[in-house]
């Protein structure tokens, strides 16, 4: 068990709706990383907030919005949902800022969001 | 562009056997190489990772091999066990990103057969 929880586990909805991905990181970490993993483009990094601040943006699209609350965790919203959009999210988190003075900081992974859009 | 290639994409090695696990990469800025073991229903974790400034890391079982004119790398895992049968995963990331962003390969799924 890596110590970063994801929330729901499953999730089943239509075309064009919205939905919510839930990531409480591990007790301490202050970064937490989202994740897109299809079967043909594999694992794909979409975003990373620090300390409640985005830091870094990877392959996100425009109807994909995150934050990171207060208390660490974080959401990943996903709106108008399309059926290309099925696929297991990931959130991960590590203590600081990857590469910082403590150098490369491990990134845990949760047991991720497998979301399926009809 | 992918720019992390990862072959095989599927491997069967026999209990007590070596397996091998080759990546290539493009991008010259990528100076930190980890490979992520992923279970069934599970997240990836963070396997063992290396550097370029060596051509070796070994940890148990299981070592990094990097060729860093030829810009790939490998993971050997010796002595193959039926517990190591996951799909594994490189990947690179640079100082210019802040090893924030992981670049991935699409996977090896490794079964070791008793």
């Known amino acids: 068990d890596s110590g970063v929880t994801q929330t729901p586990k499953h999730l089943i909805t239509a075309t064009g709706q919205r939905v919510t991905l839930r990531c409480s990181p591990r007790?301490?970490?202050?970064?937490v990383y989202w994740y897109q993993q299809s079967l043909d483009q594999g694992l794909q990094f979409l975003i990373q907030?620090?300390?409640?601040?985005?830091?870094a943006k990877g392959n996100i699209l425009e109807r994909f919005s995150a934050q990171q609350f207060p208390d660490l965790h974080s959401e990943l919203n996903l709106s108008s949902l399309e059926l290309g959009d099925s696929a297991l999210y990931f959130c991960?988190?590590?203590?600081?800022?990857?590469?910082?003075?403590?150098?490369?900081?491990?990134?845990?992974f949760g047991p991720g969001t497998r979301l399926t859009v009809l | 562009q992918q720019q992390v290639k990862q072959s095989p994409q599927s491997l069967i090695v026999q209990k007590g056997g070596i397996s091998i696990i080759n990546c290539a990469y493009e991008?010259?800025?990528?100076?930190?190489f980890p490979w992520y073991q992923q279970f069934p229903g599970k997240g990836p974790a963070l396997l063992i990772a290396?550097?370029?400034?060596?051509s070796e890391k070994k940890e148990g079982r299981f070592t990094i091999s990097f060729n860093k004119s030829a810009k790939q790398f490998s993971l050997h895992i010796m002595d193959s066990q039926p517990g190591d049968s996951a799909t594994y995963f490189c990947?690179?990331?640079?100082?210019?990103?802040?090893?924030?962003?992981?670049?991935f390969g699409k996977g090896t799924m490794l079964l070791v057969s008793p």
């Open positions: 990947a690179a990331s640079s100082a210019g990103s802040g090893y924030s962003t992981l670049t």
């Open positions: 007790s301490g970490d202050l970064s």
């Open positions: 991960a988190s590590s203590l600081g800022l990857a590469g910082g003075a403590r150098g490369y900081n491990e990134q845990f």
């Open positions: 991008n010259t800025a990528f100076d930190y």
């Open positions: 290396i550097r370029p400034d060596v």
């Open positions: 907030y620090y300390n409640g601040e985005e830091r």
